[in-house]
């Protein structure tokens, strides 16, 4: 049984909106830190947004926090990525990932299980 599955991505113009969703199993859900990242195309995967699922604390990079929110649902063990107003540069592979700790300032550099990711592609 998979422990991460992302769903939600697909084809869309330039200005609309997806919303990622990341199913996980109760065990992996409760009090840990849960993020979202992506993969553009020619470069590395880079943080995104992330989630302290025990409080809500919400920590995001700058090129989300204008547009893009995450958040939770503890009764389905489940977290998601709105993301409006996208851009071609949006484009790329989301995954989705959990580690066994709090969130911190360092979010970025903890070690995390993948999803095998949802892509997310945006036209002009």
Request: proline share 2%; aromatic share 12%.
């Amino acid at each position: 049984q998979e422990q991460l599955v992302e769903s939600g991505g697909g084809s869309v113009q330039a200005g609309g909106s997806l919303r990622l969703s990341c199913a996980a199993s109760h065990y992996r859900y409760m009090h840990n830190c849960m993020v979202w990242f992506r993969q553009r195309p020619g470069k590395g995967r880079e943080g995104v947004a992330a989630i302290y699922t025990a409080e809500g604390d919400t920590y995001y990079d700058d090129s989300a926090k204008a547009s893009f929110t995450i958040s939770k649902d503890d009764v389905n063990n489940m977290v998601y990525l709105q993301m409006n107003d996208l851009k071609p540069e949006d484009t790329g592979m989301y995954y989705c990932g959990v580690s066994n700790r709090r969130c911190g300032v360092h979010w970025r550099r903890y070690q995390y299980l993948w999803g095998h990711g949802t892509q997310v592609t945006v036209s002009t």
